[in-house]
């Protein structure tokens, strides 16, 4: 049987593999970054060259027209995937550094109990579950993601190349309704590009990194109404701050499986959602109608929603009041590093 100071010496060995791992991600983030501005660059430049095409149709050729066309898509649809693959690497990156945190953490309580043995100790995290349950979620979001993709925009998209064939055949024989068929193939673009950013928000919103956790909470409660047509009701009283990126995420994701788990597995169609800032805690109080969500429910996600509070060292209760309306509450606390927004 290994002795705490062996135990403590492969929390060690361990934090370091997990620190190299991190460079290595952080790396491929940078690269990564870089050729996502890289393929912004190239779909902006598309995007005007088509703009002047549709001004000024006489200075293009049919065939320069089509061109421009699949320049832009191919652009858009490269620059999304590396989107999508920066978000992969990025939630890697602080899955591992919490992941850090909390060996280092377990290291020096063993080392402390070694000193107060009789100490009652709290049970610690299972670090190996929450990583498997994080790639087993992974695979799941890589799988519904394809299966959208396939449905949606990949369908859309075979849609584009017909409609750029029309046009080029329509281009000699009738020019006005060659300029109708480029309308119709910009706005299937345009639709198309939304569905794709939907997907990339569902994934990871990048208004989170850039806005913070109110304004992102509030976009993605208007995509729940439009996608579900259920009311939801969002405030947020307190000097709102900007967390660590990756508690931001963190209670984020915590919100949003709440809410998904409401609307969707109890089949609520009114809910009120609240974030109440104090000094030292955010708080979340999600009422709503409904009836009870299937057991399991919270495990959907991968990692469940008691493991994402203990990682913030949060609390949750929850309850159903005497007229049928269910009620949870979230308290986490904010760290000393937090940021009041705007």
Do not use: C
């Not at 699949?70 to 989107?83: G, I």
């Not at 377990?106 to 080392?111: A, G, P, Q, T, Y």
């Not at 519904?144 to 449905?151: N, S």
């Not at 909470?217 to 995509?223: E, I, P, S």
Request: hydrophobic residues 40%.
């Amino acid at each position: 049987m290994s002795t705490p100071a062996e135990v403590a010496a492969g929390f060690a060995a361990e934090t370091q593999r997990l620190a190299s791992e991190t460079t290595e991600l952080e790396m491929l983030v940078g690269s990564t970054q870089t050729e996502i501005s890289r393929f912004r660059a190239r779909e902006d430049q598309a995007r005007t060259k088509i703009e002047d095409a549709r001004l000024n149709p006489a200075n293009y050729q049919r065939e320069e027209i089509v061109r421009l066309a699949d320049d832009l898509v191919t652009a858009v649809a490269r620059r999304l995937t590396m989107e999508g693959q920066l978000s992969t690497l990025q939630s890697k990156r602080k899955l591992l550094e919490r992941v850090r945190a909390l060996l280092g953490r377990s290291r020096d309580e063993l080392l402390a109990a070694v000193d107060a043995p009789h100490a009652p100790a709290a049970p610690p995290l299972d670090e190996k579950r929450i990583l498997q349950a994080v790639v087993t979620w992974q695979e799941q979001e890589r799988l519904r993601i394809a299966r959208q993709v396939h449905d949606g925009p990949a369908q859309a998209m075979a849609n584009v190349v017909l409609q750029s064939e029309i046009s080029e055949r329509l281009y000699d024989i009738d020019a006005q309704r060659s300029r109708q068929e480029l309308a119709a193939l910009r706005q299937m673009v345009n639709r198309t590009l939304q569905e794709l950013r939907g997907f990339i928000f569902e994934l990871r919103p990048m208004v989170l990194d850039d806005l913070g956790l109110v304004p992102t909470l509030r976009r993605y409660v208007q995509t729940l109404v439009d996608k579900h047509g259920a009311k939801v009701d969002f405030s947020s009283t307190g000097r709102d701050r900007r967390l660590p990126s990756e508690d931001e995420v963190a209670i984020f994701r915590v919100i949003q499986e709440s809410l998904i788990e409401r609307i969707q597995g109890a089949s609520a169609k009114a809910a009120v959602l609240s974030l109440s800032w104090t000094e030292g805690t955010v708080e979340v109080d999600l009422t709503s109608d409904g009836g009870e969500a299937p057991s399991g429910s919270e495990q959907n996600s991968g990692v469940r929603r008691s493991e994402r509070l203990a990682l913030l060292g949060g609390e949750a209760t929850e309850g159903r009041r005497p007229d049928g309306t269910h009620v949870l509450h979230l308290r986490m606390p904010i760290h000393a590093s937090a940021q009041v927004a705007g």
